[in-house]
């Protein structure tokens, strides 16, 4: 990849990341001073970031190219040296325009969302923070800083998951997320060890330029990637941790786990093609796990009643989809990153929507104390069913074009995992319509005192900007996007028509179309109030979230509580035992000798006289011998 | 008299010194005893000194004098001190200072 220094706006690059991450710490240093106008500063940095983005943007449209901006270097040691180096292509700029557009519709958002919440500045604080630390990661030109992105995104996703604390769930479940995430850590640093050792550098261009020779180390360092991805973007086997985030305010599920940062797996995996084109089998690895997570999430999906983790585990289905995209090598690299941008939108809008409900409803999250919600809340309605439409892939909106690409795709390199994601997409069609079904339509069965109300303007105008991106989006980036991303994902473009509508994306249709209906059918007519006692196993096993907390239970958290537990016990007995047992002997030996000190004069006389005897007679013996 | 004598006089009363001192309880005996030592280590002193005719031994001989007589000088204090205190001269029954 040719790149070239930065010349002109692109200098201005660092303050992407620079202003939000001032305002983050602006706003926690200077504490209750700043709570009465926090929010609006916050809620500026990331619109002044997007208009530098949109700017670099804009110059990049007209003359596409990489661009590096060294900031300072890092770290030099011997032979190896780290800069703090940002780099500005094709793939990395469109992440940053989804990270600050979203981002600074959510902030907009989070302004009604949060408004009677004491604790709004640090709420605002924390998502500069996670804005900056998102930034770092899509633009850092070395995985090194990539990581220090990635750390940052999981301490503000931990951060705001536990924002309200005083609730035990809460603080649990941003434990939880720190902790799964660290799995996926370990990966990524261990990937970046294997690259020092092996080449003596992290930059991207140099891992890139020296993968071809990896032979069988990128395999390796493949795997250690993807586990890494799977850890931040909650794919099987770590996906336990989203389901449990949603835990946070509504708006941060919304940016960080729906729109952004769960996304960063599937960033990683795109920005390592070049190691994955050196590997079949990880190649394989990220389309198999991306295969199943897409599954999983549906099913998950399907079997909740908690409007937001039905939303939780549609984003993990929908990650999957992308997982599978960039499993399936370059030809599916562009696809991944449009679907991701797609799904950017319509998800942050259902998410916004569901908060949006949530504030009606007095944050109730159950759906079946919904229902018949789409009189009252006309315009979440409207802003949600475009969503809607766009997440089963309704024709000419955005998730029409996006994930058909990518079950066309699939279906191109291999047959099951295509007919397995078009088992996905009709499960995403059920869940989505059950979720309508549920929420919008049928019966009142609001609980008692609660009286559903529009939501301020403030909190609708993003939703009306995502809904309107959700419909259009896919028409304006179809053709354009594999274009643009040539570079990057090192592809060939292919043809993909706005009306070129293939035989699989006619069965597509058929299948999301059966999905619907029959979501549609099942919840057509009354709800329960609370959730039916059912032996269905698909149900039960859904709802225990796959009995994936099960799982960890048994198979990591006992084993590992059990080797604590002999570990503690060794160090106990055995180590604190050597000392211990010291002790004890120069201890005794002492209370033994003490004894001696009697107080009687004479008898230590007698010592004295016993001792002189004792010397003479070796002197005496000496002098024998 | 030659030196040997003076060595076997010197023994015994260093010997009769230790025996007091261990055998008896009344603490101005033990002080008795205590000098009678000394005092035999001085003999042995003086006895070497004419032996080898010179005076190094004889000097020693007046600094244990001297040593002897601080110590009398501090140790008739304790001891009047003590039996002000206890009504008794007995060192057995000082015997508080122990484990």
């Given at each position: 990849?040719e790149?070239?220094?930065?010349?002109?706006?692109?200098s201005?690059a660092?303050?992407m990341?620079?202003?939000?991450?001032?305002?983050?710490f602006?706003?926690?240093?200077?504490?209750?001073?700043s709570?009465?106008?926090?929010?609006w500063?916050?809620?500026?940095?990331?619109?002044?970031?997007f208009?530098?983005?949109l700017?670099?943007?804009?110059q990049m449209?007209?003359e596409?190219?990489?661009v590096?901006v060294?900031?300072?270097?890092w770290?030099?040691t011997?032979?190896?040296?780290?800069?703090?180096?940002?780099?500005?292509?094709q793939?990395s700029?469109?992440f940053?325009l989804l990270i600050t557009?979203?981002?600074?519709?959510i902030?907009?958002?989070?302004?009604g969302?949060?408004?009677?919440?004491?604790r709004?500045?640090?709420?605002?604080a924390?998502?500069?923070?996670f804005?900056a630390a998102?930034?770092?990661l899509?633009?850092?030109n070395?995985?090194l800083?990539l990581f220090?992105g990635?750390?940052?995104?999981g301490l503000?996703?931990?951060l705001l998951?536990?924002f309200w604390?005083?609730?035990?769930?809460a603080?649990a479940?941003?434990?939880?997320?720190?902790i799964v995430n660290?799995v996926?850590?370990?990966g990524l640093?261990?990937a970046?060890?294997?690259?020092?050792?092996?080449?003596?550098s992290?930059n991207?261009?140099?891992?890139?330029?020296?993968?071809?020779?990896?032979?069988?180390?990128?395999?390796l360092?493949?795997?250690?990637?993807l586990l890494?991805?799977?850890?931040?973007?909650?794919?099987?086997p770590?996906?336990?941790?989203?389901?449990?985030?949603?835990?946070?305010p509504?708006p941060?599920?919304?940016?960080?786990?729906?729109?952004t940062?769960v996304?960063?797996g599937?960033?990683?995996?795109?920005?390592s093609?070049?190691?994955?084109a050196?590997?079949?089998?990880?190649?394989?690895?990220?389309a198999?796990?991306?295969?199943i997570t897409?599954?999983?999430?549906?099913?998950i999906g399907?079997?909740?009643?908690?409007?937001?983790?039905?939303?939780?585990?549609?984003?993990?289905?929908?990650i999957?989809?992308?997982?599978?995209a960039?499993?399936l090598?370059?030809i599916?690299?562009?696809?991944?990153i449009?679907?991701?941008?797609?799904h950017?939108f319509f998800?942050?809008?259902m998410?916004?929507?569901?908060?949006?409900?949530?504030?009606?409803m007095?944050d109730d999250v159950n759906?079946?104390h919904f229902?018949?919600?789409?009189g009252?809340?006309?315009i979440?309605?409207?802003?949600?069913?475009?969503?809607?439409?766009?997440?089963?892939g309704?024709?000419?909106t955005a998730g029409?074009?996006s994930?058909?690409h990518?079950?066309?795709?699939?279906f191109?390199?291999?047959?099951?995992l295509?007919?397995?994601?078009?088992?996905?997409a009709?499960?995403?069609?059920f869940?989505?319509?059950?979720?309508?079904m549920?929420?919008?339509a049928?019966?009142?069965?609001?609980?008692?005192g609660?009286?559903?109300?529009?939501s301020?303007?403030v909190?609708t105008?993003?939703?009306?900007?995502l809904a309107?991106?959700?419909l259009?989006?896919?028409?304006?980036?179809?053709?354009?996007?594999q274009?643009?991303?040539?570079?990057p994902?090192?592809?060939?473009?292919?043809?993909?028509?706005l009306?070129?509508?293939?035989p699989i994306g006619?069965?597509?249709?058929a299948v999301?179309?059966?999905?619907?209906?029959i979501?549609?059918?099942?919840f057509k007519?009354d709800?329960a109030e609370?959730e039916?006692?059912?032996?269905?196993v698909f149900?039960?096993v859904?709802?225990?979230d796959l009995?994936?907390?099960a799982?960890n239970e048994h198979?990591?958290i006992r084993p590992?509580k059990?080797?604590a537990?002999g570990?503690?016990?060794f160090d106990?007995?055995t180590l604190?035992?050597?000392p211990?047992?010291?002790?004890?002997?120069?201890?005794?030996l002492g209370?033994y000798?003490?004894?001696?000190?009697?107080?009687y004069?004479r008898?230590y006389g007698?010592?004295?006289?016993?001792?002189?005897?004792?010397?003479?007679?070796v002197?005496a013996l000496?002098q024998?011998g | 008299?030659t030196?040997?004598s003076?060595?076997?006089?010197s023994?015994?009363?260093?010997t009769?010194?230790?025996a007091?001192?261990?055998?008896?309880?009344?603490?101005?005996?033990?002080?008795?005893?205590i000098?009678?030592?000394?005092?035999?280590s001085n003999?042995?002193?003086?006895?070497f000194?004419?032996q080898h005719?010179?005076?190094?031994?004889?000097?020693?001989a007046f600094?244990?004098?001297?040593?002897?007589?601080?110590?009398v000088v501090v140790?008739?204090?304790i001891?009047v001190?003590?039996y002000?205190?206890?009504?008794s001269?007995s060192?057995d029954?000082?015997?508080?200072m122990?484990f």
């Amino acid at each position: 990849m040719e790149t070239t220094a930065a010349v002109g706006l692109f200098s201005l690059a660092p303050l992407m990341i620079g202003i939000p991450l001032a305002t983050a710490f602006l706003l926690l240093l200077l504490g209750r001073v700043s709570d009465a106008w926090g929010h609006w500063l916050a809620t500026l940095a990331p619109i002044v970031s997007f208009t530098i983005g949109l700017l670099l943007f804009l110059q990049m449209l007209g003359e596409p190219r990489a661009v590096e901006v060294k900031v300072y270097e890092w770290l030099a040691t011997g032979s190896w040296s780290v800069d703090i180096g940002l780099l500005i292509d094709q793939l990395s700029i469109l992440f940053v325009l989804l990270i600050t557009g979203v981002g600074s519709l959510i902030h907009i958002y989070s302004i009604g969302y949060m408004a009677h919440d004491e604790r709004r500045r640090r709420f605002f604080a924390y998502l500069n923070l996670f804005i900056a630390a998102m930034l770092t990661l899509v633009l850092a030109n070395n995985y090194l800083v990539l990581f220090i992105g990635w750390e940052g995104v999981g301490l503000a996703s931990f951060l705001l998951i536990s924002f309200w604390a005083h609730k035990d769930s809460a603080a649990a479940a941003g434990n939880k997320a720190f902790i799964v995430n660290r799995v996926g850590d370990l990966g990524l640093a261990s990937a970046m060890f294997t690259m020092f050792a092996l080449i003596g550098s992290v930059n991207f261009a140099d891992v890139n330029a020296a993968a071809p020779q990896m032979g069988g180390w990128a395999t390796l360092i493949g795997f250690l990637l993807l586990l890494a991805a799977c850890g931040k973007s909650a794919q099987v086997p770590l996906q336990s941790w989203l389901l449990d985030a949603m835990e946070g305010p509504t708006p941060v599920s919304a940016l960080i786990h729906a729109a952004t940062m769960v996304t960063a797996g599937v960033y990683l995996v795109i920005r390592s093609n070049a190691i994955y084109a050196q590997s079949p089998e990880a190649t394989m690895a990220v389309a198999v796990i991306g295969t199943i997570t897409l599954l999983a999430g549906a099913w998950i999906g399907s079997s909740k009643d908690d409007i937001k983790k039905v939303l939780a585990g549609s984003t993990m289905s929908q990650i999957g989809y992308m997982m599978l995209a960039a499993g399936l090598g370059p030809i599916g690299a562009a696809f991944a990153i449009f679907h991701l941008i797609t799904h950017g939108f319509f998800k942050a809008n259902m998410f916004l929507g569901a908060g949006s409900v949530m504030h009606g409803m007095n944050d109730d999250v159950n759906m079946r104390h919904f229902g018949a919600l789409a009189g009252p809340m006309r315009i979440t309605f409207l802003t949600f069913a475009m969503g809607y439409l766009a997440i089963i892939g309704f024709p000419f909106t955005a998730g029409f074009y996006s994930k058909d690409h990518i079950i066309e795709a699939a279906f191109h390199q291999n047959t099951v995992l295509g007919v397995l994601a078009l088992i996905g997409a009709g499960i995403t069609g059920f869940y989505m319509t059950r979720l309508m079904m549920m929420t919008f339509a049928g019966r009142k069965r609001w609980q008692p005192g609660v009286h559903p109300h529009e939501s301020p303007l403030v909190m609708t105008i993003p939703l009306i900007i995502l809904a309107v991106l959700s419909l259009v989006a896919g028409l304006f980036m179809n053709g354009w996007i594999q274009e643009w991303l040539a570079v990057p994902t090192g592809h060939e473009v292919h043809n993909t028509g706005l009306l070129h509508i293939t035989p699989i994306g006619w069965l597509t249709m058929a299948v999301v179309a059966v999905g619907v209906a029959i979501g549609w059918y099942m919840f057509k007519d009354d709800i329960a109030e609370t959730e039916p006692q059912t032996r269905n196993v698909f149900a039960l096993v859904g709802r225990n979230d796959l009995y994936g907390d099960a799982f960890n239970e048994h198979a990591i958290i006992r084993p590992t509580k059990g080797l604590a537990a002999g570990l503690a016990w060794f160090d106990r007995t055995t180590l604190d035992g050597i000392p211990e047992g010291a002790a004890v002997v120069a201890g005794g030996l002492g209370n033994y000798l003490r004894k001696g000190q009697n107080g009687y004069s004479r008898s230590y006389g007698l010592i004295l006289v016993a001792g002189v005897i004792l010397l003479a007679a070796v002197v005496a013996l000496g002098q024998l011998g | 008299m030659t030196t040997g004598s003076l060595l076997v006089l010197s023994a015994i009363l260093f010997t009769v010194g230790v025996a007091g001192f261990l055998l008896r309880r009344n603490a101005i005996i033990a002080f008795m005893s205590i000098e009678l030592m000394l005092n035999a280590s001085n003999l042995a002193f003086v006895a070497f000194a004419r032996q080898h005719g010179n005076l190094e031994g004889q000097m020693a001989a007046f600094f244990v004098m001297v040593v002897a007589a601080a110590e009398v000088v501090v140790g008739l204090a304790i001891i009047v001190s003590v039996y002000r205190a206890r009504r008794s001269a007995s060192v057995d029954d000082v015997s508080l200072m122990k484990f």
